[in-house]
């Protein structure tokens, strides 16, 4: 089974689970494993690895529309080097305190390769599920697409300082805290653009689902793509399907776009509607696909990933 098979089958017997969170009383609360043959490329210092990895699920509270509060981390390694631990404490509890949140510990274990897995948790009385689109909402996003396809071709390219500073991404848990009055579905994009676009669409409206219609000239590409990208293809691949950017995407009411636009500390871009069915951008299909977390080799669909060489 790849990780969506795994998910649908394991939802049967767990009807709450589905959304970024889960919801335990006016709490939210989520979890996230990283590996280092499938997270964090060569180059990727222990500052940003315990940065990104304990962001990833501060980023999961964001979607909720939830404060964060707490976030711990286990880590597992091979050997432990003292800097090497010290530094990866440090980007948790940086990333932590850039959200109002508190990095309170965790747990530490031998390992056959790097690994880190961590839990966020955060408040919300109201939380932001994903299965509240309806036709005739807008689509949403925040920030811009593109930025970890850029950093795994910095790495590739040996400008490891470059790929470290487009890993260490700011949790949008501010932006989702200031979204949550307008939102009506909401998730985060770890996935990929076009893979959330299609977990939101078939989780929002009745069994069958919602569509979007989507401009792609509105989606917004981060500066970094074309610094490593040359090509138009290389570029819309980057943004739409290579995933790991962890911004917000997010349906508005139609009339309620520029009033969730000047709450939002982030940018917040409209790229299209929503629509009784399918997804499509400039009127074609867009394919469902997108970062694969249970590939085993950090692979999208089609085997490829650009930026990142096969280990």
Same mark, same amino acid.
């Given at each position: ?204 409206? =009745? ?102 060489? =096969?280990?």
């Amino acid at each position: 089974m790849d990780e969506r098979e795994a998910l649908a089958r394991l939802s049967a017997s767990l009807p709450a689970a589905g959304d970024d969170c889960a919801v335990v009383g006016d709490r939210v609360l989520t979890t996230d494993m990283l590996h280092e043959t499938t997270d964090f490329p060569a180059g990727v210092d222990r500052y940003t690895a315990g940065w990104r990895a304990v962001a990833a699920s501060l980023s999961d509270v964001a979607a909720m529309g939830a404060a964060a509060e707490a976030a711990v981390a286990a880590y597992g390694a091979p050997r432990f080097d003292p800097d090497e631990v010290d530094e990866f404490v440090r980007g948790a509890r940086e990333v932590c305190e850039r959200v109002d949140a508190e990095y309170v510990g965790g747990d530490l274990d031998r390992h056959d390769e790097f690994t880190v897995a961590t839990t966020a948790l955060g408040r919300t009385d109201d939380p932001v599920l994903r299965s509240g689109a309806r036709p005739g909402d807008a689509v949403c996003v925040t920030g811009t697409f593109g930025r970890s396809a850029a950093a795994l071709r910095a790495f590739a390219d040996g400008d490891a300082d470059r790929g470290n500073a487009l890993f260490r991404f700011t949790p949008r848990v501010a932006a989702g805290v200031a979204l949550r009055p307008y939102a009506t579905a909401m998730m985060d994009s770890s996935d990929g653009l076009a893979r959330s676009l299609h977990q939101l669409a078939g989780a929002s409206g =009745d069994d069958g689902g919602v569509g979007f219609d989507i401009a792609g000239a509105s989606v917004p590409v981060d500066d970094a793509v074309a610094e490593r990208f040359d090509d138009p293809d290389g570029r819309r691949e980057a943004a739409l399907f290579f995933g790991e950017d962890f911004e917000l995407v997010f349906t508005v009411p139609s009339d309620a776009v520029e009033d969730a636009r000047a709450a939002s500390p982030t940018s917040v871009t409209a790229i299209g509607s929503v629509t009784e069915s399918g997804v499509r951008i400039d009127g074609d299909p867009l394919p469902d696909r997108g970062y694969d977390h249970g590939s085993g080799d950090g692979e999208d669909d089609d085997g490829t990933r650009d930026g990142k060489s =096969d280990d």
